[in-house]
């Protein structure tokens, strides 16, 4: 389990820089335009890049994410977590099982799991993880949904578990506060700041709704 301090920081706009998802632009300046805007959390989410050049880029963004005070997760690869230093290793149920990956993270990595419905959410509760994503709640072009979990999966995991809990899939500025009210403390997003034409301004609007709705 990461630390208490650390793990106060999982609340806030939760932003996954894909390579396939920037809109032509690099991940590291999605990153910062992101940061710029307010995000508090990025993830690494690569599945095309050879080993090498993803931890490359994988060092650039938790350089980047510490300057800015921000929270770095890497997604899948336990190895490039630990080696480039990031705060945490976010897994799905397909990728490494939660004590396998914990074997590999340094001391006080955090981990976060992607789960569907209760029983998967269930399971990571028991395996101890640091937060748990939930999704997908509306439909996403950016992922292939195989199970969409929906605002009542949310809302009913909320009710059973005490970790932070951040939604995820086909959240915008239009739906946004169903996801907040269903109890969600991060909100997790891919193409409404990788493909958004001005990334910075795209991220201040949802931080700022976040913001509004906590005030």
Do not use: W
């Amino acid at each position: 389990m990461g630390s208490n301090g650390i793990q106060n920081r999982l609340r806030g706009l939760y932003v996954i820089v894909d390579p396939e998802h920037t809109g032509d632009r690099s991940v590291e300046d999605v990153t910062q335009a992101a940061l710029d805007g307010g995000a508090t959390i990025i993830q690494l989410r690569d599945k095309v890049s050879d080993k090498g050049p993803m931890l490359e880029t994988a060092v650039r963004l938790s350089e980047i994410c510490k300057r800015a005070g921000a929270l770095f997760f890497m997604n899948d690869h336990a190895d490039v977590a630990v080696l480039s230093e990031a705060d945490g290793l976010h897994v799905g149920q397909t990728d490494l099982p939660v004590a396998a990956a914990r074997r590999v993270l340094a001391p006080g990595q955090m981990i976060g799991t992607s789960n569907h419905a209760m029983q998967e959410a269930l399971v990571s509760i028991a395996d101890q993880v640091d937060y748990l994503a939930v999704g997908a709640i509306f439909g996403t072009e950016t992922k292939e949904v195989t199970v969409s979990a929906g605002l009542e999966t949310l809302a009913s995991i909320r009710k059973q578990v005490d970790i932070p809990i951040a939604a995820i899939g086909g959240i915008n500025v239009s739906n946004m506060d169903a996801v907040l009210e269903a109890g969600a403390e991060m909100v997790c997003v891919i193409s409404a700041v990788g493909l958004a034409a001005d990334p910075k301004a795209a991220t201040r609007e949802l931080v700022e709704l976040i913001d509004s709705s906590r005030s």
